[in-house]
């Protein structure tokens, strides 16, 4: 007499191998999932910083990617657009950017200090669309106000009793 089915032992050897294929593939999944949100999460919060004239000279590499724009701002360039928004041009090694700042500007911003802009570059177009200014301090304003600016590296003085 034949029977048409297999005995337990096999039967349950293919059924346990099955659901070991079924994990190692969800695992497998869950793995490159995690992998892939861990790279676009990273790439992501990557902002590279550029000089206006690294910026001009790989303005077809850099598309409209968001990166850090760093210039002094030029004397006489400085346009008030209305609301928190200024116009003014960057420039920085010969080369000149003419950036739109959205964001309501720092109390120090003025011409001829040294800026970071944080933004991209408007379509094909060499203007800066931005939305956060930084200024830069100089040595001299470090020297003249030490308690307001701690030099890069410098430890946190103890609090006074």
């Known amino acids: 007499m034949s029977t048409a089915t297999t005995p337990a032992p096999v039967a349950?050897?293919?059924?346990?191998?099955?659901?070991?294929?079924?994990?190692?593939?969800?695992?497998?999944?869950?793995?490159?999932?995690?992998?892939?949100?861990?790279?676009?999460?990273?790439?992501?919060?990557?902002?590279?910083?550029?000089?206006a004239s690294e910026a001009l000279a790989n303005r077809a590499a850099l598309g409209n990617s968001t990166f850090q724009l760093e210039g002094t701002v030029v004397h006489g360039s400085v346009h008030h657009l209305g609301g928190a928004s200024v116009a003014f041009e960057l420039r920085q090694g010969g080369a000149t950017i003419h950036v739109v700042n959205s964001g309501e500007p720092p109390q120090l911003f003025r011409p001829g200090l040294p800026v970071v802009v944080v933004g991209h570059f408007v379509g094909t177009s060499d203007s800066f669309a931005s939305d956060q200014i930084m200024v830069k301090h100089s040595q001299q304003y470090i020297a003249a106000h030490p308690s307001r600016v701690r030099a890069a590296g410098a430890k946190k003085s103890p609090a006074r009793p």
Do not use: E, M, N, P
């Open 12 to 51: 349950a050897r293919q059924s346990a191998a099955a659901t070991r294929r079924r994990l190692a593939i969800v695992g497998v999944i869950i793995v490159a999932a995690l992998g892939f949100l861990v790279y676009k999460g990273l790439t992501s919060a990557i902002v590279f910083f550029k000089t």
